[in-house]
């Protein structure tokens, strides 16, 4: 059975700074999913992760893919108040279908 | 364009009774999720739907809750005889054969 684990589950930090939220799962899987939930808000879609290797950027935002190590990275530089969200990462099951296995999340507070 | 649509937005219901919730997709979007979000479990899969048939239902909590799709486009999904767990935001998602899952915003159904 596919796990997907996340952390720190929870991050404050202040503008300006550095870090990276990690996601481990347990067992191979053909695409790797970020997305974005604000409070009292749906989920939306930040990346899609496809090979071993992929990088994918937007804004301060940069996600990367590891499938040997079943492990993909969320970095955020230079944070803003604006990104304060609760990040979640989803791995496909390969059931034959696009079943997404999420992990925990990780709840960003970005202070000034 | 217009993106998944969820209906009602909050739902207060007495246990025992039965609720329908209401998922349409985007348009074109030949697959249908269902996922719920709760405090204890995190966000899990219930079903999914690729045109009008389930071919995977094996994430129902139990026999009290059921989905139909209609026309290859709306879905509601049927809780019967309603419990306090059940309580949680109740997620669909659409996506064109296997590509991005886009999420709608929401059910947030209390059992009292």
């Known amino acids: 059975e596919l796990k997907v684990e996340q952390n720190p589950l929870f991050l404050s930090m202040q503008e300006g700074k550095n870090y990276t939220i990690y996601c481990n799962y347990s067992t191979t899987s053909d695409r790797l999913y970020w997305y974005r939930q604000d409070p009292g808000k749906s989920l939306e879609s930040l990346f899609v992760?496809?090979?071993?290797?992929a990088v994918k950027q937007e804004g301060r935002l940069m996600a990367s893919l590891d499938t040997k190590a079943r492990l993909s990275t969320l970095h955020i530089t230079a944070a803003v108040h604006d990104l304060s969200a609760t990040y979640f990462c989803?791995?496909?099951?390969?059931?034959?279908?696009?079943?997404?296995?999420f992990g925990t999340g990780t709840r960003l507070l970005v202070s000034p | 364009g217009a993106g998944v649509s969820q209906s009602p937005s909050n739902k207060v219901t007495e246990k025992g009774k039965d609720v329908e919730l209401r998922c349409d997709p985007i348009s074109g979007h030949t697959a249908l999720y269902w996922y719920r979000q709760s405090l204890g479990q995190g966000l899990e899969f219930l079903i999914y739907?690729?045109?009008?048939?389930?071919?995977?239902k094996s994430g129902l909590p139990s026999d009290r809750f059921s989905a139909e799709r209609t026309g290859g486009s709306v879905s509601t999904l049927t809780i019967q005889r309603t419990q306090q767990e059940d309580s949680a935001v109740y997620l669909c998602?659409?996506?064109?054969?296997?590509?991005?899952?886009?999420f709608g915003p929401g059910t947030r159904l209390t059992v009292t």
């Open positions: 998602a659409s996506s064109f054969s296997a590509g991005t899952q886009y």
């Open positions: 739907f690729q045109g009008n048939s389930a071919p995977d």
């Open positions: 989803a791995v496909i099951q390969n059931t034959g279908f696009q079943k997404l296995v």
């Open positions: 992760l496809l090979s071993n290797g």
